[in-house]
């Protein structure tokens, strides 16, 4: 996505429009308070067109397409703070902040991979089939043959139970890692709009830091969980 488009993008004008809000919530000037977000959406337009990375091969659709776009633009949007902030201590904390962020969509991207390929398995079992077969097995007797029968029908089955189990749990933990970074995104909006311009050293984006390392533990761990499920 080019700069024009950038500008142009929902997201980036939403995140805009309430940086100017929150500035003008505190008081300040509206000049001012337009200028916050003016600064904002150039930055984050400026960034997305040298910061976005590569776009790994395996390509998402859905859900997951959905909710990992939205988490790399709060990525996006993070850094575009930043670099709107004039140089200081907020600035420089923001800025040690943006490797746990892009860390942080990192996983939920190998989470929305990691449900794409549970759905794709899925989408390979025809569990309404299975069911019918099961039916079938049960009305036939209880000879070996057909108790062996039975036995693999029912594996499928559970295993389809335990892949939809996987999917819903896998997108679960994407929605709430993307709001939780949106929310990220929001508080330090809140902060650079209201924060003292020379705060000491540490004191204004602590728990911004300890909400980021909670989101970034959180994903990494439904992350781990999820590959030794489809690894087993």
């Known amino acids: 996505m080019g700069f024009r488009e ?57 859900e997951e397409a959905a909710y990992y776009d939205r988490a790399e633009r709060a990525r996006e949007s993070f850094s575009a703070i930043g670099a709107s902030l004039p140089s200081g201590p907020l600035a420089e904390q923001i800025a040690g902040m943006k490797p746990m962020v ?3 969509a990192g996983s939920l991207r190998r989470l929305a991979e990691r449900s794409s390929t549970t759905r794709d398995a899925l989408d390979r079992i025809d569990t309404g089939e299975l ?38 749990k896998l997108l679960g933990e ?9 929310s990220l995104v929001t508080r330090a909006v809140e902060l650079s709009a209201t924060a003292d311009p020379a ?22 761990e439904a992350d781990e969980a999820a590959r030794r499920v489809l690894d087993s």
């Open 131 to 168: 069911a019918a077969e099961e039916r079938r097995l049960r009305e036939r007797g209880t000879d070996e043959a057909t108790l062996r029968a039975l036995s693999a029908v029912r594996t499928q089955r559970d295993v389809a139970k335990r892949l939809t189990d996987l999917r819903a």
């Open 102 to 104: 892009a860390e942080t």
């Open 6 to 62: 950038e500008l142009r993008e929902p997201w980036g004008l939403l995140l805009a429009g309430t940086s100017a809000g929150v500035a003008w919530a505190v008081q300040l000037p509206s000049v001012a308070a337009a200028g916050v977000g003016i600064a904002v959406l150039l930055a984050r337009a400026a960034i997305a067109g040298f910061d976005r990375p590569e776009k790994p091969e395996t390509a998402l659709t859905g």
């Open 199 to 220: 705060p000491a050293a540490g004191t204004s984006l602590d728990g911004l830091a300890e909400q980021l390392e909670a989101i970034r533990r959180g994903v990494v």
């Open 174 to 182: 994407l929605h709430a890692g993307t709001l939780d970074l949106e």
